[in-house]
């Protein structure tokens, strides 16, 4: 078998900073990313290597058993040994009886490639020698989750986010009418696989933000419109602002206080269907004349009596 030497992978020497393996990979990522390679082979092969590098050399806990058991040491580990339980000298021993060498393991370069598969014949049984290839299978890569907010003018007219995933920037469309807390699924955008397994998906949460004015309710909306006293009572044309712009509405003459009105295909877009949108409900919210002067006191006096004439005395 080939031993897989991660720190030469990655173009670091044995006693590389977790800085120093950071930077290597970011170098090295972007310059083998298949997104930048055209669908490259070698290079994609390559992107994978120190996909698998940086994985285990960025971990302090994998980088240390890696460092004492080679790049076999989670098959070890999965045997039910534990690597700071493992005598050396033993194996060593063995293997100089056998060779009459004393070269099996080097503590900079790790293990040679006959040391290595007689390592695990005699830890493991041919068998598990034997299987080792197999438990190197591809490896799907990590779903990732994450989370945004639009505010519900981003509701109307859809809008995109940019999130930046494995080193490269990746466009995400949210179309008009996505309800609060929907999940969007991006394939292949979360965790890289390995050995040739499929990357992992991402998925967005799509928030959305409390709106001063308007309540949502379904692709419905509802919105409070103040109204004067004058136009509920006489009728008239008033601007109702909504999503789209101000549009003209017309108050009927004697609107009363708390009356809705139903203002059709001015709520919010059906998600993914064409053309169809909710309603906007109006509701009046009529405004009491502030401030009045002398005349206009007189004139609701008169209004009054009007309404209500003194009875005459009883005779």
Known sequence: M???DYYKDLGLERTATPAEIKKAYRTLVKKHHPDKNNGDKASEERFKVISEANEVLSDPEKRK?????GADWKHYE???AQPNGFDWSKYANARANQTNQTNSYSSNTGFSDESVNDFFEMLF????SRQRGRRR???SGA???IETTISLEEVFHGTTRLININEQTIRVTIKPGITDLQKLRIPGKGGLGINGGANGNLY???KVAPHAEFHRKGNDIQYTLPVGLYTAVLGGKTQVHTLKGKVTANIPKGTPNGKILRLRGLGLPVYEKKDEFGNLYVKIDIKLPEHLNDEEIELFKKLAALRNPVPEPAI
């Open 2 to 4: 080939d031993y897989k």
């Open 143 to 145: 779903d990732y989750e």
């Open 65 to 69: 058993k890696y460092d004492q058991l």
């Open 125 to 128: 049984g041919q068998h598990e």
């Open 204 to 206: 967005l949460t799509v």
């Open 78 to 80: 999965e045997a039910g």
């Open 137 to 139: 299978a591809a490896t």
